[in-house]
């Protein structure tokens, strides 16, 4: 079946046939044995013109905005969102069912497809987890391009985080150093026709003084004053710098330590690149516009007189945006059977809301039938986030939940033994068990139920590997039905076998987004923080209530007297249980959730509160991934990647 494409042009689509060898080889060497369409060809089989695309070698492009605008009239495709249960610290092959079932959907059915998904961080790529392109015969191509540099949007996002942080740091020293005067004529230096300069960037916050319709010249001291003094009280500072590198010894620093800079030291610290606000905010916004209007509105602070401090008030928004303006244009690739893939954007869905970019998603949805995208961990992160948060500002409407599950991780919620990466499966994995895996089926069927709390079917795709038994596939396949109320219950095998290991989940697929579905977000954001948080608690987590420690007390109140107290919730907590504990496995019970602190990415736009310990800066593990990676002098091959 070939489906005709809505999109006037397109061409054709041609699948790639698929070189299979069994066993299956290593990731890395299924990905450099695949033949390759250019990209180009992959583009004109979608419908985007020529001019629409940016070239970077012959296998990766980037799509210009402008594509928007043609094809606003066109009819969206139906919008699939790929989740998971509660996962072991091995994955439970999310992406590799993403890449999959997108394949089945293009290659083996004929539907026009797209695929979107995150841009993984170099921090694990060298650390514990190796690659994020999918796995076996269900990955996105060229697999070293993916996991490392791509077309460079992470660096983008290093350097625009950074930039901010310099310019607060500098601020402050300057501002200790100068009077008003000195300060006025450093900000509104003498332009050629004997006026002052006024810089583009420093009319936000002229505006925001309601200043922006007078001459420097004409400024009174006292507006001259709350012009060229932030004030920033040092101890209120969120902003930190970032790296893309799992340097735990970066986790806290103290800057200012150099001979020019005695007296303004400052105690702060690095987080990971991904975990940057800049990183939410090109997943979350629209435009280029609403990006330049979001970098406005980055609060990095407070004044000490209680103002929030905007990265607009230091007069940077714009560089940021200069910054980032590539960054902005989804990055197109292609899957070991030639369906097109958007790479796109990488927040973490543990401290960020881990969704790829809205304007992947609607760019894909005026190109294709169906456009499948992954959100991260399990369904209570970044499927909650992807309803809650990526949805209201995208407008977009989703059409069904695909919700994988693996016999490995449901045995683990029985109560199997601790499943550790690096380490061999214990025998309770592989094999047969199925009082084990019953008493780990409920982890299951809360994540169903949680979904259909927001109005979407449900389709769960059971990940087979090797050591499962029929009779423990069949178990799972059973309970999502009966006991979760799924609309059907896959038995997939695409890391074996490619799209056609994921023909039946395609279909089933298909035939759930044919079905109503009445979506509705969890809370309304007119609601209090704490009734959001705690709406999450409860219809999500499981939780009996919610407990704030006194410093989370003090930032509702705060954010609150600031207005962010209308900002959706993105509660940033372990993805390794329902609860705040990683230890809790299953479906815990009898608990209640710790919010340690709160913060605000007001640019991104959600406030997200801190369950417990969480790091924004991973540490490498005694023996990282690093260690099998090099390349072939020879052949310029990159060799050991997973």
Request: hydrophobic share 45%.
């Given at each position: 079946m070939t489906v005709k494409s809505k999109v006037p042009g397109a061409k054709p689509f041609k699948p790639t046939p698929l070189k299979r060898v069994l066993p299956v080889p290593s990731d890395i060497e299924v990905a450099q044995a695949a033949t390759l369409k250019p990209i180009t060809q992959v583009a004109e089989e979608l419908g985007i013109l020529p001019e629409e695309l940016e070239l970077y070698g012959p296998y990766k492009a980037k799509v210009k905005l402008e594509i928007l605008e043609r094809l606003k009239d066109i009819p969206d495709g139906k919008y699939i969102d790929v989740t998971a249960i509660t996962p072991t610290p091995l994955g439970e092959g999310k992406t590799t069912t993403t890449v999959g079932l997108s394949q089945a959907l293009g290659a083996q059915l004929g539907y026009r497809v797209m695929t979107c998904i995150r841009q993984p961080s170099q921090g694990p790529t060298f650390g514990i987890k190796g690659g994020a392109a999918g796995g076996g015969y269900s990955q996105v191509i060229p697999m070293e391009d993916f996991n490392l540099h791509l077309t460079g949007d992470i660096h983008a996002i290093t350097a625009a985080n950074n930039l901010l942080a310099a310019a607060i740091d500098v601020r402050m020293m300057h501002e200790s150093e100068a009077t008003d005067d000195q300060m006025y004529k450093r900000?509104?230096?003498?332009?050629?026709?004997?006026?002052?300069?006024?810089?583009?960037?420093?009319?936000?916050?002229?505006?925001?003084?309601?200043?922006?319709?007078?001459?420097?010249?004409?400024?009174?001291?006292?507006?001259?004053?709350?012009?060229?003094?932030?004030?920033?009280?040092?101890?209120?500072?969120?902003?930190?710098?970032?790296?893309?590198?799992?340097?735990?010894?970066?986790?806290?620093?103290?800057?200012?330590?150099?001979?020019?800079?005695?007296?303004?030291?400052?105690?702060?610290?690095?987080?990971?690149?991904?975990?940057?606000?800049?990183?939410?905010?090109?997943?979350?916004?629209?435009?280029?516009?609403?990006?330049?209007?979001?970098?406005?509105?980055?609060?990095?602070?407070?004044?000490?007189?209680?103002?929030?401090?905007?990265?607009?008030?230091?007069?940077?928004?714009?560089?940021?945006?200069?910054?980032?303006?590539?960054?902005?244009?989804?990055?197109?690739?292609?899957?070991?059977?030639?369906?097109?893939?958007?790479?796109?954007?990488?927040?973490?869905?543990?401290?960020?809301?881990?969704?790829?970019?809205?304007?992947?998603?609607?760019?894909?949805?005026?190109?294709?039938?169906?456009?499948?995208?992954?959100?991260?961990?399990?369904?209570?992160?970044?499927?909650?986030?992807?309803?809650?948060?990526?949805?209201?500002?995208?407008?977009?409407?989703?059409?069904?939940?695909?919700?994988?599950?693996?016999?490995?991780?449901?045995?683990?919620?029985?109560?199997?033994?601790?499943?550790?990466?690096?380490?061999?499966?214990?025998?309770?994995?592989?094999?047969?068990?199925?009082?084990?895996?019953?008493?780990?089926?409920?982890?299951?069927?809360?994540?169903?139920?949680?979904?259909?709390?927001?109005?979407?079917?449900?389709?769960?795709?059971?990940?087979?590997?090797?050591?499962?038994?029929?009779?423990?596939?069949?178990?799972?396949?059973?309970?999502?039905?009966?006991?979760?109320?799924?609309?059907?219950?896959?038995?997939?095998?695409?890391?074996?076998?490619?799209?056609?290991?994921?023909?039946?989940?395609?279909?089933?697929?298909?035939?759930?987004?044919?079905?109503?579905?009445?979506?509705?977000?969890?809370?309304?954001?007119?609601?209090?923080?704490?009734?959001?948080?705690?709406?999450?608690?409860?219809?999500?987590?499981?939780?009996?209530?919610?407990?704030?420690?006194?410093?989370?007390?003090?930032?509702?109140?705060?954010?609150?007297?600031?207005?962010?107290?209308?900002?959706?919730?993105?509660m940033a907590k372990t993805h390794l249980s329902l609860s705040h504990d990683p230890e809790l496995k299953g479906v815990p019970k009898g608990f209640r959730i710790p919010i340690r602190d709160i913060r605000a990415s007001v640019g991104a736009g959600f406030v997200y509160p801190i369950l417990g310990d969480m790091s924004t800066m991973p540490g490498l593990p005694t023996r990282p991934a690093f260690y099998d990676i090099d390349i072939d002098l020879k052949t310029g091959e990159v060799l050991g990647l997973s």
């Open positions: 900000l509104f230096p003498p332009a050629k026709n004997g006026k002052r300069k006024v810089g583009i960037s420093m009319l936000s916050r002229m505006r925001k003084l309601g200043l922006e319709n007078k001459a420097p010249e004409d400024l009174t001291p006292e507006e001259i004053h709350k012009l060229c003094r932030l004030d920033i009280d040092p101890d209120t500072i969120t902003w930190r710098r970032v790296i893309d590198t799992s340097d735990r010894m970066l986790r806290g620093i103290t800057v200012g330590r150099g001979p020019a800079e005695a007296g303004h030291e400052r105690e702060t610290g690095f987080d990971i690149t991904v975990a940057s606000e800049i990183m939410a905010i090109l997943a979350l916004t629209t435009s280029l516009a609403d990006m330049r209007e979001r970098f406005e509105k980055i609060v990095i602070g407070v004044s000490k007189s209680g103002e929030a401090i905007t990265a607009g008030d230091l007069g940077v928004a714009g560089a940021l945006t200069v910054l980032m303006r590539d960054a902005i244009k989804p990055n197109m690739m292609q899957t070991l059977e030639g369906t097109p893939v958007f790479v796109h954007a990488g927040p973490f869905a543990n401290i960020a809301h881990g969704n790829s970019s809205i304007i992947a998603d609607r760019i894909g949805l005026k190109l294709a039938d169906y456009v499948i995208t992954e959100s991260g961990f399990g369904a209570d992160m970044g499927m909650e986030k992807f309803f809650d948060i990526k949805c209201r500002y995208s407008g977009l409407l989703p059409s069904v939940v695909v919700l994988v599950a693996t016999v490995r991780a449901l045995k683990m919620h029985g109560g199997g033994p601790k499943v550790i990466a690096g380490r061999p499966l214990d025998f309770a994995y592989t094999n047969e068990n199925l009082k084990l895996l019953q008493a780990g089926l409920g982890n299951l069927v809360h994540h169903i139920r949680t979904a259909r709390k927001f109005g979407i079917p449900v389709v769960v795709a059971v990940n087979r590997f090797a050591t499962d038994t029929d009779a423990e596939l069949e178990l799972i396949r059973k309970a999502a039905v009966e006991e979760g109320g799924a609309e059907d219950s896959v038995v997939t095998n695409n890391w074996e076998a490619g799209g056609e290991g994921a023909v039946a989940l395609a279909k089933a697929v298909v035939a759930a987004a044919e079905r109503p579905s009445d979506f509705k977000f969890l809370y309304p954001l007119d609601w209090t923080i704490k009734q959001k948080i705690e709406a999450i608690a409860r219809e999500v987590y499981g939780a009996d209530g919610v407990d704030y420690l006194p410093e989370a007390e003090e930032r509702i109140t705060e954010y609150t007297r600031l207005g962010f107290d209308k900002l959706p919730i993105c």
